[in-house]
């Protein structure tokens, strides 16, 4: 039977090493602060806003919110970035997508200041990233390596298989873990369209799945006693003993969330495993907070 690794806990843990952090440099006359920047009126961006607003209020930080509507053309909106930019009170912007078909992500993203680019995303902090130089991290990635570091993991010479090729966890989480000088493979969906996983992953001391799949990686793909973490966030029905949806009592179809992972098989077979919920998402939000007292104390020559 695995450890169930508490991301719950751990993020509890570094929640009170960041209000400790911040009360240093409060001392020094130094107060991190994150801006969110949303453009119209999207449900996700507005309940991930208000997690932000929540979460910098519960270590201390200043909170700068900037919503304009749906129609602001992609020049004011980077008018307000380049705002962000200069306001000293903003230590971290954070890019609220997604942004209407008329905004360019990339547009937005590159006028950022590298050194307020809490989300990692300009490509001179990815660029950083890769050569392995000093830079902000992107949180999930992030999130992933705390957590491994924080039950004992030894990266060097650790054969690592990422499931999963995306901009925002897979290659990033490649890199960090490179940088450690694991040994990285990655993989992604094409691979087990291809009937290739397997081949991969049961080598792998550590897996980190972050392919967008629900239940993709199966007991049969995982080396025993490896270590795993599920990056995966998908919302399924819930089914009877005979494969039927569970109803609730409006009648309509019960869901849960669940990994990439086949967490109740795997969880046999794995040293280590991260649940869904409660694994890698908490250990995210506080990196991204992490980020942004990293960036204050950047910005401050520190």
Same mark, same amino acid.
Request: glycine share 8%; proline share 5%.
């Given at each position: 039977?695995?450890e169930i690794?508490?991301g719950n806990?751990?993020?509890?843990?570094?929640?009170t090493?960041i209000i400790a952090?911040?009360?240093?440099?409060?001392?020094?006359?130094?107060?991190?602060?994150?801006?969110t920047?949303?453009?119209?009126?999207?449900?996700?961006?507005k309940?991930?806003?208000?997690?932000?607003?929540k979460?910098?209020?519960l270590?201390?930080?200043?909170?700068i919110?900037?919503?304009?509507?749906a129609e602001?053309?992609?020049?004011?909106v980077?008018?307000i970035v380049?705002?962000?930019n200069a306001?000293?009170?903003?230590?971290?912007?954070?890019?609220l997508?997604?942004?209407p078909?008329?905004?360019?992500?990339s547009a937005?993203?590159r006028?950022?200041?590298?050194d307020?680019?809490?989300?990692?995303?300009?490509?001179?902090n990815?660029?950083?990233l890769l050569?392995?130089e000093?830079t902000?991290?992107p949180?999930t990635?992030s999130a992933?390596?705390?957590?491994?570091d924080?039950?004992?993991?030894?990266f060097e010479g650790a054969e690592i298989?990422?499931?999963?090729?995306s901009n925002?966890?897979?290659?990033p989480v490649?890199m960090?873990?490179l940088?450690?000088n694991?040994?990285?493979s990655?993989?992604h969906?094409?691979?087990?369209?291809?009937?290739?996983?397997?081949?991969?992953t049961?080598?792998?001391?550590?897996?980190i799945v972050?392919a967008?799949k629900a239940?993709l990686?199966?007991?049969?793909?995982v080396?025993e006693?490896?270590?795993v973490i599920?990056?995966?966030?998908?919302?399924?029905?819930?089914?009877?003993d005979?494969g039927n949806p569970?109803? *609730?009592? =409006?009648? #309509?179809p @019960?869901t849960k /969330?669940?990994?990439?992972?086949?967490?109740? *098989?795997? =969880?046999d #077979?794995? @040293?280590?495993? /991260?649940?869904?919920?409660?694994g890698v998402?908490a250990v995210?939000?506080m990196m991204?907070?992490k980020?942004?007292?990293t960036?204050a104390?950047?910005q401050?020559g520190m």
């Amino acid at each position: 039977m695995a450890e169930i690794i508490d991301g719950n806990a751990i993020a509890d843990e570094i929640k009170t090493e960041i209000i400790a952090e911040t009360e240093k440099l409060k001392a020094k006359g130094l107060a991190p602060g994150i801006a969110t920047l949303l453009v119209g009126e999207d449900f996700g961006s507005k309940m991930y806003r208000g997690q932000v607003e929540k979460n910098c209020a519960l270590v201390g930080f200043n909170y700068i919110e900037r919503t304009v509507p749906a129609e602001t053309t992609e020049e004011q909106v980077i008018e307000i970035v380049k705002e962000l930019n200069a306001d000293p009170a903003v230590s971290g912007i954070l890019p609220l997508r997604p942004y209407p078909e008329h905004i360019s992500d990339s547009a937005v993203i590159r006028n950022i200041r590298e050194d307020k680019d809490i989300d990692c995303f300009h490509p001179a902090n990815m660029g950083r990233l890769l050569l392995g130089e000093p830079t902000l991290a992107p949180a999930t990635p992030s999130a992933c390596i705390e957590l491994l570091d924080r039950v004992g993991v030894d990266f060097e010479g650790a054969e690592i298989v990422v499931v999963g090729h995306s901009n925002i966890v897979g290659k990033p989480v490649a890199m960090l873990a490179l940088n450690r000088n694991a040994t990285i493979s990655v993989t992604h969906i094409f691979t087990s369209q291809a009937g290739n996983l397997a081949k991969h992953t049961t080598g792998a001391d550590i897996l980190i799945v972050a392919a967008g799949k629900a239940g993709l990686v199966t007991a049969d793909l995982v080396k025993e006693g490896a270590v795993v973490i599920d990056v995966g966030i998908n919302r399924v029905k819930v089914l009877d003993d005979e494969g039927n949806p569970v109803l *609730n009592d =409006k009648g #309509k179809p @019960k869901t849960k /969330t669940v990994g990439d992972v086949d967490f109740d *098989n795997v =969880k046999d #077979k794995a @040293k280590a495993i /991260t649940p869904v919920p409660g694994g890698v998402g908490a250990v995210t939000n506080m990196m991204l907070l992490k980020n942004a007292l990293t960036a204050a104390k950047m910005q401050a020559g520190m």
